[in-house]
């Protein structure tokens, strides 16, 4: 189950059911896209936190040394790397799958300098998060989370994701 957490609560609670609708759809799509992993993705809870730049700056300096504060973070409960195991075993079921973290306010900047809606912002700061919470990591893999999150982005017909922007001049 995903839960939407707006502590900024900036976001009124007809944005917040349509964002969770949209959410729902990408976390299919995505547990569609790791066939062998279908029941289990579902069966996660999985925590999303809209947050201030504040909270996030101080997120990224206490988990990630990292003094400034970024567009997502991802904070897996358990060491699960289940997105890459062909076994699909079913790891820890009653074990959430984690906390994703999205700067709101930057997630909003965002949207409005690529000219797109903040729900597909979301959506992508969702996904490249989620697909963090699986295991897969663009600053260590041979190219395997940004080719999974460019299939999801275009079967959910999304705008360039964060991997994709921070590629282009």
């Given amino acids: 189950m995903l839960q939407i957490i707006d502590s900024t609560q900036k976001l009124d609670s007809s ?13 299919e799509q995505a547990a569609a896209s790791l066939a062998t992993h279908t029941p289990t993705l579902l069966h996660k809870d999985i925590e999303l936190l809209l947050c201030s730049k504040e909270y996030m ?12 504060a ?13 997105a890459r195991d062909s076994s699909g075993l079913d790891f820890m079921p009653e074990v959430p799958l984690g906390s994703i973290a ?23 700061l969702f996904l490249h998060g989620l697909l963090h919470l699986l ?8 190219g395997e989370h940004r080719a999974l999150e460019s299939k999801l982005i275009a079967s959910l017909a999304l705008p360039s994701g964060l991997i994709d922007r921070t590629l282009l001049p």
């Fill in 70 to 82: 970024t567009d997502v973070l991802s904070f897996p409960l358990a060491p699960l790397d289940f």
């Fill in 57 to 68: 700056h101080s997120l990224n300096v206490d988990f990630m040394g990292k003094d400034y």
């Fill in 135 to 142: 295991g897969f990591d663009h600053e260590r893999d041979n």
């Fill in 15 to 27: 944005f917040l059911q349509a964002l969770q609708a949209r959410l729902q759809a990408a976390l």
């Fill in 102 to 124: 999205i700067n709101l306010p930057l997630a909003q900047m965002i949207s409005e300098q690529y000219h797109h809606s903040l729900y597909d912002e979301l959506c992508l």
